[in-house]
């Protein structure tokens, strides 16, 4: 072996540090670096639905943000992520809308028909109402009495109205005092115009089934509490939760789809899991953190609380003490007893008619927050490194959560990074299912496409509160597509002009010092991406990042123009491609340029008749003009093959997504695009050229009206102008050879400085009279006399 050794090798200084990933974690309110307990490996829990009505906008809010991170996790950033969420397929709001459904669809079947016993018992419900729901938002000398009549009832509403409608403080002052004011105000008002509409028909005789169902329709909103009150312990049938939680579960996923959310790795429904949840709150009681009171099962969080190694609500600790909602309706017992007003229900006792399941306590069912403990730790373990959910959720749920898990691991830490989204509001106010202030994402997906509603949501930070306003999407939102549409647009453009022209070298390398500075742009924008994906998932400034970029790439572009270096903008557009794709903004793994498919798109057998006629039958029409007009050989042929290129540009071509750009060495830039892009841009810009026409005319009309005007003076002689009939008689009594006055018609010699003002309008008159004169002789002068 040589005894030549290879020269000593040291190590490179990096230049810039490798971006480190911090996370903002609700556990500490601070960005904290993320490191995964097991390598590359993510446990990530997310709480997901309780399916008991139509997803809506905070649904969106929440889920697209989740699977925006979560795909910056997996797609970014490489993590294996394991991802579970659960459906809360039983739940008191589950339980309490299935019975009121059903209780009103059963009215409906027993009704044939209207008469004054059903308007009777809405009657009944319509006052219970204003007494138990609308009272609440009155000032108390306002409030209704059990003992006013019908029509006392009936003249107090009206004058509750007509404050509603004129009296704005009045209105704001019911609303501090009860928030669901308006919504009451709302269902009572339609209630009362239904059960007038319901009297007018029986007096009529109109009673027909029909007009019984309009009847219930109308007062819906107040019929279903005043007959859930009456009827509630007769609905015992546990398939009625069942069915209503499949059926809103279906839609639910159906909506997430189409807004390109990915199924959870693991999905979890509480009833699927109630042997482990029985399991797990027993041994909580046995650990000595839960205890048991006719028939439900609460923890203690005193007892919780005072162990070693142990904290009660560590998101919110200045929230204990507030009693949790499901605590109410615990037990059917009217002497329960809890050691204290933080402990919350682990299991609660069934009341009659509603689901149970046999447990060591009787029958019952599970609390809101053991759930999500029991589930998550089936599936991940004793500890997970991410938990997600809405801010709402923070306390008592997410609380109550990690102090049950730990009680029952007996560990310290269960989650060791809480992620919460942000609030949504729409034009400036919270949504609230409670108040009927929703849109639901039916409803938001025709008006907006998937793409811009998480492009919406991408420019705000996760965590922070969102105003969903028009003005937004309107804005900010379709400014970005546009500007992204356009960059892919021209860019496949000119990749497709260079495949069609075929390799080429014109002797030239192309990488100069423009191409250079783009490159050295290329990469900066590269790493401050993943800075801001590293500093808590930026996506505001990681979008900031692609636009400059793209801009910068677009200057370029213009400024080379036959000399850009293709390569380097295909390896831009690619990468900025594959960057929204990432974000969830398109679908596809290939490296094409542009969002990609905005879904899954099936493969199968394609049609190319359907494809190509419309294009073929395009050309078609454009080839059998130009030859008629080379057969006729008209005088204006040539003009006419022009006129027909424009219109096979401007008419033919755009409404099939077709753009020929003309360039000035004769050869047009194909660009394919949606056709309602370039047919509202041609659109856009033909209102543009018409109004400079008008203007231009406007302006040529308004000249030719001055000069007609000038030529009308004109017509009068200057020797004339003084003379009548063009003065008074008697107003000068003498002239001069040119028609000035000397004297005024008294005889009186004019004064020098009223002639001096006479000789200048004389020689006013006189260049008007020239003008008009010459005007005569010419054609245009003809034209403007006529």
């Given amino acids: 072996m040589s005894s030549v050794k290879q020269p000593s090798w040291a190590p490179p200084v990096p230049i810039q540090p490798e971006p480190v990933l911090k996370i903002y974690n609700s556990l500490t309110r601070t960005k904290t670096e993320f490191i995964p307990k097991s390598g590359r490996s993510v446990k990530w829990y997310n709480c997901g639905p309780t399916v008991y009505d139509a997803s809506h906008m905070g649904h969106a809010r929440n889920y697209v943000t989740q699977d925006v991170l979560r795909r910056i996790m997996t797609d970014y950033f490489g993590y294996d992520v394991q991802f579970v969420m659960n459906i809360t397929d039983i739940d008191d709001k589950i339980i309490k809308r299935a019975r009121q459904t059903h209780l009103l669809e059963k009215l409906r079947t027993d009704t044939t028909s209207l008469d004054g016993n059903l308007i009777s018992h809405v009657s009944a419900a319509f006052r219970a109402f204003l007494q138990n729901e609308l009272a609440a938002g009155l000032p108390e000398n306002e409030r209704l009495s059990s003992t006013e009549t019908d029509q006392e009832i009936d003249k107090k509403f009206t004058q509750i109205a007509d404050l509603v409608q004129v009296n704005k403080e009045w209105r704001q002052e019911c609303l501090k005092r009860d928030e669901r004011f308006d919504m009451n105000f709302t269902s009572a008002n339609r209630t009362l115009l239904a059960l007038r509409n319901a009297e007018n028909s029986l007096k009529a005789g109109v009673t027909s089934q029909e007009e019984a169902h309009k009847l219930i329709d109308g007062s819906q909103d107040i019929l279903i509490l005043f007959l859930d009150e009456q009827y509630k312990s007769t609905v015992t049938d546990p398939s009625l939760s069942r069915n209503l939680a499949s059926h809103w579960e279906s839609l639910f996923f159906e909506d997430m789809r189409r807004l390109h959310v990915r199924d959870p790795d693991t999905l979890t429904r509480v009833t699927e899991y109630m042997p482990e949840i029985i399991t797990f709150v027993d041994k909580i009681i046995n650990n000595g953190y ?26 919110e600790p200045w929230s204990k003490g507030k009693r949790d909602d499901g605590i109410a309706e615990a037990s059917t017992s009217t002497k329960f007893t809890r050691r204290s007003g933080s402990d919350f229900a682990l299991w609660k006792a069934s009341k009659p008619g509603e689901p149970s399941w046999e447990s060591p306590w009787g029958a019952g069912r599970p609390g809101w927050h053991i759930e999500c403990s029991v589930m998550a730790s089936a599936v991940l373990g004793e500890n997970m490194d991410i938990h997600s959910g809405g801010i709402d959720l923070a306390f008592p749920h997410h609380d109550n959560e990690m102090a049950q898990s730990e009680a029952y691991h007996d560990c310290p830490t269960w989650v060791n990074y809480f992620v919460h989204t942000g609030h949504l509001h729409i034009e400036g106010l919270k949504m609230s299912k409670s108040l009927k202030n929703f849109i639901t994402i039916d409803e938001i997906l025709q008006k907006y496409t998937a793409r811009q509603i998480r492009l919406a ?26 500007t992204l549409n356009n960059f892919f647009t021209n860019v496949k453009a000119l990749v497709s002009q260079a495949q069609n022209n075929g390799v080429t070298s014109d002797g030239y390398h192309h990488y100069e010092d423009l191409e250079k500075e783009l490159v050295v742009k290329f990469h900066q924008s590269q790493y401050t991406f993943r800075a801001a994906l590293c500093d808590s998932f930026n996506t505001p400034e990681a979008l900031d990042v692609l636009r400059d970029l793209v801009s910068r790439t677009n200057t370029y572009i213009n400024s080379r123009g036959k000399a850009v270096n293709l390569g380097v903008v295909q390896n831009i557009a690619r990468w ?10 398109g679908e596809g793994e290939s490296s094409e340029i542009g969002w990609g498919q905005e879904g899954n798109v099936e493969g199968g057998a394609v049609n190319r008749e359907e494809i190509l006629m419309p294009y073929l039958r395009t050309l078609s029409t454009f080839r059998d003009g130009v030859r008629r007009l080379a057969i006729d050989k008209g005088d204006s042929a040539l003009k006419d093959i022009l006129a027909l290129c424009d219109k096979l540009r401007d008419e033919e071509l755009i409404p099939l997504g077709v753009a020929l750009d003309d360039q000035e060495d004769g050869k047009a830039l194909v660009k394919l695009a949606p056709p309602s892009d370039l047919l509202k841009a ?38 004339e102008m003084f003379r009548p009939p063009n003065v008074k008689e008697g107003v000068y009594g003498s002239y001069d050879e040119s028609g000035v006055p000397v004297t005024d018609g008294e005889g009186k010699e004019i004064s020098k400085s009223a002639r001096k003002k006479l000789l200048k309008e004389r020689e006013a008159q006189a260049k008007l009279h020239e003008e008009y004169l010459k005007s005569e002789k010419s054609e245009e002068g003809l034209k403007l006399h006529t």
């Fill in 290 to 315: 839960a205890y048991e009171s006719e028939g439900s099962v609460y923890f203690d969080t005193k007892a919780f609380d005072d162990a070693p190694n142990h904290d009660y609500a560590k998101l």
């Fill in 457 to 482: 949501f991408l420019t705000q930070l996760w965590n922070a509160k969102v105003d969903f306003s028009e003005s937004l999407m309107s804005g900010e939102v379709r400014n970005l597509e546009t």
């Fill in 576 to 585: 900025v491609g594959k960057m929204l794709r990432m974000f969830g903004l």
């Fill in 682 to 719: 041609r659109d856009e810009k033909r209102t543009i050229a018409l109004a400079k026409q008008a203007k231009k005319e406007a302006a040529k009309e308004a000249e030719r009206l001055k000069r007609l005007e000038r030529l009308t003076k004109g017509k009068l002689d200057p020797r």
